[in-house]
Structure formats: C-alpha cells, structure tokens
T-cell receptor, first 116, second 115 residues
Framework: AQKITQTQPGMFVQEKEAVTLDCTYD???????LFWYKQPSSGEMIFLIY??????QNATEGRYSLNFQKARKSANLVISASQLGDSAMYFC?????????????FGTGTRLKVLA | GAGVSQSPSNKVTEKGKDVELRCDPI?????LYWYRQSLGQGLEFLIY????????KSGLPSDRFSAERTGGSVSTLTIQRTQQEDSAVYLC?????????????FGQGTRLTVV
C-alpha cells in the first residue's frame, strides 16, 4: 500500500493565484512528521515546510502553508500568490518516528506550472 | 562542509562495469540516506544509516547494490555489474537523526548513465 499519495501528476496555476497540492498519507504510527520539498528543473531538493503529527496548528512558512487534517490523514500544501519561480516538482514526504523506520518516504510528486 | 556533497556529479559507465558513488554528509549528522530518482519520477528509498546501528537496506533493488558508511561519516554506494536500468540520479541526504523531526538535507546528486 502506498504510504504517501499525491493524486495530481500535474497542475497549472495563474501567476498571483493560490494553488493547493494534495497529499494523503497512511500510517499506524502516532508520531510522524510531514514535509514538503520542491525540486526545480535544476534538480536540487529544497525543503519548504514541516508539520508534526502532534502539532495542533497548521504550519506556515511565508507563502507556504500546510493544511493538516489529521483525521483524514491529509497534508495539503497551499501556495499563495504564485510566482513564476514556483514552477517545479513538489513532493510530499512522511517520516515515521514512533515504531516506524525513520526513513523519509516520498510521494510520486506533483509538477506545478505557473502561467504568466 | 556546509552542505551534503556528492561525487562525481556525473558518471557514464559501460554496462557490466562497477561504479562507486560517494556522499559526504553534513558534519554532525548521524543519519544518512541514499535515494534513486529515475527521470521524471519520485524518489525511491535505497538504504539508511543511523549512527552505529545496522543499516536499513530494505530498499536496495538487488544484491548488485551495496553501501557502506565509514567512521559514521562518508558513505559509498557501490553498484556492481551495472545495467542500463540502473541509469538514474542517485541522491544522498543527511539529517541529525533520531526521533527529532527535522528535514533531510540533500546533495546535488550523481547522474549515472549506463551505456
């Protein structure tokens, strides 16, 4: 079974608009972390935002926010005021730290294209 | 160093040859990970080292793949008798490790092409 599911292989958004990238996860661990990474065409992996399973408030980092719905096992990334430089592949990642194996498990990614 | 360093950045090898890929993690990071990324795909977990514990090798695709980490620092991923399907970008990452949830820091990757 997939641990991390990203159902949107590709997304388009108009510059300055907001966009939501979907992510659902599957774990029986009570303790885990959820991360989003951005990978531009240059190939580097850029960390964007983190949400802990015990965090009650949604994480925010500048234009990025994580819409965490624990009961639904959902951790969607919201990018506000999209910029052309946001065009990249986005990965949702989970790390289980209870009885899990501590490795970072990646989703298949969503390719975002921001249109001028 | 300031970040995770991988070498070489590019490697072209003939089918059947062995290759070694090197990763130098961030100083003080006890956890080190290897991933493989085929063109346009997500990251496939290969192996994870945490301190002096036995590594988690559950992602290695075949016995042609092996990795070691010497002195809790530098790691080498070895692929023996390379095949064309081994062509991919191999990414190394490190993190402080343990139960704390901090992000993994990635190197720039080694692009392996098997011809």
């Amino acid at each position: 079974a997939q641990k991390i599911t990203q159902t949107q292989p590709g997304m388009f958004v108009q510059e300055k608009e907001a966009v939501t990238l979907d992510c659902t996860y599957d774990t029986s661990d009570q303790s885990y972390g959820l991360f989003w990474y951005k990978q531009p065409s240059s190939g580097e992996m850029i960390f964007l935002i983190y949400q802990g399973s015990y965090d009650e408030q949604n994480a925010t980092e500048g234009r990025y926010s994580l819409n965490f719905q624990k009961a639904r096992k959902s951790a969607n990334l919201v990018i506000s005021a999209s910029q052309l430089g946001d065009s990249a592949m986005y990965f949702c990642v989970m790390r289980e730290t209870g009885r899990g194996t501590y490795k970072y498990i990646f989703g298949t990614g969503t390719r975002l294209k921001v249109l001028a | 160093g300031a970040g995770v360093s991988q070498s070489p950045s590019n490697k072209v090898t003939e089918k059947g040859k062995d290759v070694e890929l090197r990763c130098d993690p961030i100083s003080g990071h006890t956890a080190l990970y290897w991933y493989r990324q085929s063109l346009g795909q997500g990251l496939e977990f290969l192996i994870y080292f945490q301190g002096n514990s036995a590594p988690d090798k559950s992602g290695l695709p075949s016995d042609r793949f092996s990795a070691e980490r010497t002195g809790g620092s530098v790691s080498t991923l070895t692929i023996q008798r390379t095949q064309q399907e081994d062509s991919a970008v191999y990414l190394c990452a490190s993190s402080p490790g343990g139960r704390g949830n901090t992000e993994a820091f990635f190197g720039q990757g080694t692009r392996l092409t098997v011809v």
